[in-house]
């Protein structure tokens, strides 16, 4: 019963009652938390129930403690540790629930407890002891720390936050001599990497410091809706795939699919009483109305999806697909390596053309099978045809690869509204490098419209003063744009059904100011340079709309790099080879 081998003091009756409910309790939320795993990660049923249940044992657990503290002391032995991984539990109960119903308050819950544990220095005797376990639990602690920290751009705190584990590496190594200090290595490489990758560019203010930007959606960059535009749709549902076999990653979400979480979201709420360290975090139950989840939320759900086969995929589209409310649309983003199909026989272009690789991995079985019968196609290929059959609700589609053009068609058999987005298929040579390490610049584009725009034309470092006159000049350019998609005419109607959600409007004016921001600039030549969209858009009346030109080319005219972008109707630019 005891947590230490020290002989302890007699207990009364009352003192084994509080020691054997603390017991119990702590058994209960050991196998709840466990059961967490096995439950699917698809649905809302499935999984909601359980972790109400948890969060109940868990809350009754981290108040029994706090109550009872003095006699788990000195009759149980609890030790500081002990106290750490309870709370580090919780703070992933709420990380996890966050993944699940993408409510980033959630987040700050978890933050809460993450920091409680490492101001009040719970694992800070883990070295002393000599077992490891205890030292891979506070190891394990930080990483999931900066996971949170990341996520909510506490960009300082990451960095103390690394600095802190890289040494509680070095202790790990030196004290145990463990069989896992490569893995644990890698790991550290791996958070580096990313957050030098992530910082592509830096905004300076007037003391030459970086400022940390967010880029999830906030009233002040929430495009204008034209008065009186209908709004048929609402974002419900959102697939985030990534597989970019050379792009950076950590705890496995890929930079695009990082970037891409952040501009699905509203800036989250900060809880004051969340920062006062001292402060004792209480864990509650989240939110419920009768057992079921709330019908009202700040944000769609998202599943991420990192390198996931074809029946993972598969599964969690028809997931998707099945909790699509009357009004929702579902948002399938993709950013991927490319399976080039074979061009020369195009009977079917719903899968002759090819598409994208989710999961790069063959298994025993399918390798063996391409031995026995030669080249076979790529089986975790998503193809546009395995997507025909979710386009009976409405579906907007982001393909971020370089073959996202094999996405350009998508037949109108059940006369829902389809839009998708393609990415570029090509950058130029200099940027190449950086480009499939450091993220897709398409997506860059549709998660901060001014850091691409820095990054085509290699600024690197700005002043806040300038970074804050283009924003604002950008704001009117997605203003502006906003107005062009509600009044025109031309535009196919699919799109007008997806104005009216605040993401999706955004995605789509981001998407235009990207192509006109690659059409103008020099660097980039030739049709597969550029963006491309399903339904086609009116190149005159939007693409390339005198006023949405002009406000590009005055905002690298702010930046001082006007020379790098070429004179509205220079000819020939469609076809530059």
């Not at 959606?217 to 048929?232: C, S």
């Not at 059959?389 to 409405?394: D, G, Q, S, V």
């Amino acid at each position: 019963m005891s947590a230490t081998d020290v002989t302890l003091p007699p207990m009364d009756e009352n003192e084994k009652k509080i020691v054997n409910e603390f017991c119990h309790l702590l058994e209960k939320s050991k196998q709840l938390f466990n059961g967490l795993r096995d439950l699917p990660q698809y649905g809302h049923k499935q999984w909601q129930s359980y972790f109400g249940r948890t969060f109940d044992v868990y809350t009754k657990l981290w108040k029994f403690q706090q109550q009872h503290r003095q006699v788990l002391d000195l009759k149980y032995g609890l030790k500081r540790w002990q106290i750490g991984e309870i709370a580090s539990k919780i703070g992933q109960l709420y990380y996890h629930y966050y993944l699940r119903t993408s409510e980033t308050n959630y987040l700050n819950e978890s933050f809460s407890f993450y920091s409680a544990i490492r101001q009040r220095g719970y694992y800070s005797k883990a070295n002393k002891e000599e077992r490891p376990d205890l030292m891979v639990k506070k190891l394990r602690f930080y990483a999931r720390f900066i996971v949170v920290c990341l996520l909510l751009k506490k960009m300082k705190l990451v960095r103390d936050l690394v600095r802190d584990l890289t040494k509680q590496i070095d202790d790990y190594k030196s004290t145990y001599d463990p069989e896992d200090q490569t893995e644990w290595n890698q790991v550290l490489n791996e958070i580096k990497d990313f957050i030098e990758s992530d910082s592509l560019i830096t905004v300076l203010d007037v003391d030459s410091t970086g400022i940390v930007l967010s880029h999830r959606l906030t009233p002040m960059n929430t495009p204008q809706l034209e008065k009186g535009t209908p709004q048929f749709l609402l974002l419900q549902e959102i697939l985030i795939v990534g597989n970019s076999s050379e792009q950076v990653k950590f705890s496995e979400l890929q930079l695009d699919m990082f970037r891409m979480l952040q501009t699905l979201e509203r800036e989250p709420q900060e809880d004051l009483s969340n920062q006062i360290y001292d402060a004792s975090p209480a864990p509650g139950r989240p939110p419920f109305e009768n057992g079921e989840r709330n019908v009202r939320r700040d944000n769609p759900h998202k599943y991420l999806l990192y390198k996931p086969t074809y029946s993972q995929l598969n599964t969690f589209l028809a997931s998707g697909f099945k909790e699509l409310p009357p009004n929702g649309a579902m948002l399938v983003y993709i950013s991927a390596d490319a399976a080039f199909g074979n061009t020369k026989h195009s009977d079917d272009a719903a899968y002759d053309f090819g598409g994208v690789v989710t999961n790069n991995r063959k298994d025993g079985e399918e390798a063996s099978r391409t031995k026995r019968l030669g080249h076979l196609k790529e089986i975790h290929c998503l193809h546009p045809g395995d997507i025909f059959p979710y386009t009976r609700k409405p579906l907007f589609l982001i393909i971020d690869s370089a073959n996202s053009s094999a996405f350009e068609n998508f037949p109108n058999l059940f006369g829902q509204p389809v839009v998708c987005l393609m990415s570029p298929e090509k950058v130029p040579p200099t940027m190449q490098d950086q480009h499939n390490r450091k993220g897709n610049l398409f997506t860059l584009f549709l998660h901060s419209p001014l850091m691409a725009l820095c990054y085509v034309c290699s600024i690197y470092d700005i002043p806040i003063a300038e970074w804050e006159k283009c924003q604002a000049m950008v704001e009117k350019f997605m203003n502006e744009a906003s107005k062009i998609f509600s009044r025109s005419r031309s535009i196919d109607h699919a799109y007008a059904q997806f104005l009216g959600d605040d993401f999706l409007r955004l995605l789509m004016l981001r998407f235009v100011f990207s192509y006109i921001v690659l059409l103008f600039h020099k660097g980039f030549k030739g049709p597969k340079s550029y963006p491309t969209c399903y339904p086609p858009l009116p190149t005159e009346d939007v693409l390339e709309h005198p006023n949405l030109c002009k406000i590009v080319l005055d905002i690298a005219a702010v930046l001082g790099h006007r020379d790098l972008f070429r004179e509205p109707g220079e000819q020939d630019i469609h076809n530059v080879t």
